[in-house]
């Protein structure tokens, strides 16, 4: 069996449509072109012919609003201020009363504990790395202690916030550092 060569052969012949079937005769073209000329013309005469009608309805009503609305002459006067009874004296009882009432709350003194709390934001293997933790941690108007401890996995240079005296004070620091996105800081208790 011989090898057909597709590329050189060229395109297989089809069968041609011929000229005349699912085409309009050119000559019918010729014939609706008047009829499409005369179509917007019949359209502006429609909308004026609309407007017209529209400004003559409005024309005719506008003579006939004044017969359907109440006008000043026919509403009810007013009294006036002769005829009308005068103002009783309004009496506010929690003027006079409020001074006489005072609360008394209790508040509780926050103890003084030895307890000192420490934060940790960090550790880190090297110190290049801990001393930039650091550097964040100042922009923010805190300040920062790079502690290095050895332990059985390596050393470690911990980034560390305090001594605070109470852990409310503690967690503010915590929250400030968070608006930067150093969110890893952890509150402990410990001794140094």
Not at 10 to 23: F, I, L, M
Not at 36 to 59: Q, Y
Not at 80 to 90: C, F, N, V, Y
Not at 148 to 177: C, M, Q
Request: glycine share 6%.
């Amino acid at each position: 069996m011989a090898q057909r060569d597709y590329v050189s052969r060229g395109r297989s012949t089809q069968k041609k449509k011929p000229a005349g079937k699912g085409r309009k005769p050119a000559g019918n073209a010729q014939k609706n072109a008047p009829v499409d000329s005369k179509l917007p013309i019949v359209r502006l005469i429609g909308v004026l012919a609309l407007v017209i009608g529209f400004g003559a309805f409005l024309w005719s009503i506008k003579d006939n609003v004044e017969d359907d609305v109440d006008t000043q002459a026919s509403r009810p006067v007013a009294p006036t201020q002769e005829s009308l009874p005068e103002l009783p004296e309004e009496e506010w009882e929690y003027i006079k009363t409020l001074p006489g009432y005072e609360v008394e709350v209790e508040v509780r003194e926050q103890e003084k504990s030895d307890k000192r709390y420490l934060m940790q934001c960090a550790s880190f293997r090297t110190r290049a790395q801990a001393e930039e933790m650091k550097a964040k941690i100042a922009f923010q108007g805190l300040e920062a202690l790079i502690r290095h401890s050895t332990g059985s996995n390596g050393d470690w240079f911990r980034v560390i916030l305090g001594p605070y005296e109470s852990k409310r004070d503690a967690e503010k620091a915590k929250h400030s550092l968070r608006k930067v996105n150093i969110a890893t800081c952890q509150i402990w208790y410990w001794n140094l």
